[in-house]
């Protein structure tokens, strides 16, 4: 395994593992268990970027 591997040799290596390491049921459980979540990281950055630490914190409490 000194060789670079490729992205996609990567997660067939990882899955075969996975599979091997958990069964397949099991393997396909971990991997549902991850959620990419939602939303748009880039504007709501923006405007997070905007507030004064004061008005995040004023924010915050108020949830």
Known sequence: ???????????????????????????VRFIQSFDL????????RSQWLNQSMDEIVKEMKSK
Do not use: C, H, V
């Open 1 to 27: 395994m000194n060789k670079a591997q490729t992205l996609n040799e990567i997660r067939k290596i990882g899955i075969d593992a996975l599979a091997k390491s958990l069964g397949p049921i099991g393997m």
């Open 37 to 44: 979540g939602s939303g748009d990281y880039t504007k709501e």
